[in-house]
């Protein structure tokens, strides 16, 4: 098609995307080149803004490395990874869910832990944190033999591929849900933390005045045969940016109670006060269990 008007080039472009051979590519092309399309007319993109934001863009990608994702962390500033996720898991976002975000710091062959186990390998100075977890189905069924990776942040709000001070794989654990569907393990509380503002997502937040916190949390990853792989995340109920996570990630059905106790721990005596415990119930959807490929190496 020559081109006369403004409108021939969308209707070239849409054209061109009818042709995918793939049926769920051609979907998905057509609808990225009508709205991109018509996001460039509803703004009247500037030339010079067209190519300030290409630039971002080879600078999102310049900025990815094996211990930083760039486009992950604007995804999720954006809100994008939040509503993903919301509307593939819970009957397609009709139903609560305790699917969440992956989050940039997974890794994947985390030591094997035996319930009621430490996760912590190196000198982490904190409360310590006794987490007890229940995996079940839909129906509220225990889910027995799941495996479960669990990484959280240090009380200092670093995870230990952050942190030259922790050990190789501290607050990183593989657990195996029992019999009643439960895994178990001490640990110590996480803190919440800034996203790293160094690059793209820092300047889009401090030009729109946002604060970079996501809330205290702790993931968990549950495998099983049958199962649609769980990447949940657990949020403390007491951390002061829980309504402002700047990821977009906390829901209702992820916010836990860390409860403290000043009083002497029943069984460990180096548990000293104020210590913490932390119980929640995760729900596993059916389908494929399957793994992601991990944001960082």
Known sequence: ????????????????????????????????????????????????????????LNEIGQRSTDRHNEAVLMAGSLGVSALVCLLNNGDDGRSETSQNLLGPFWRMHSPRVENGGSIVRSGTPGPALFVSCRVVDRDGAPVAGA???????????????????????????????????????????????????????????RAQDRHPYRPAHLHALVFKDGYKTLTSQIYDSADPHLETDVQFGVTQALVGEFRRHDEPHPTDPSATAPWYTLDHTLTVEPGEARLPKPPIE
């Open 1 to 56: 098609m020559i081109i006369q008007r403004p409108d021939d080039v969308t209707a070239a472009a849409l054209a061109v995307m009818e042709r995918t051979a793939d049926p769920r590519l051609r979907e998905i092309m057509v609808a990225l080149v009508r709205h991109l399309h018509g996001f460039v007319r509803e703004v009247g993109l500037t030339e010079a803004e067209f190519r300030e934001a290409t630039a971002i």
């Open 147 to 205: 495996e479960v990776d669990v990484w959280h942040s240090s009380p200092v709000g670093l995870y230990e591929n952050q942190d030259p001070e922790q050990a190789d794989m501290n607050l990183r654990g593989k657990l195996t849900t029992d019999a009643d569907g439960r895994f178990w393990f001490r640990t110590v509380r996480p803190a919440g933390y800034p996203i790293p503002t160094d690059g793209v997502v820092g300047r889009l937040l």
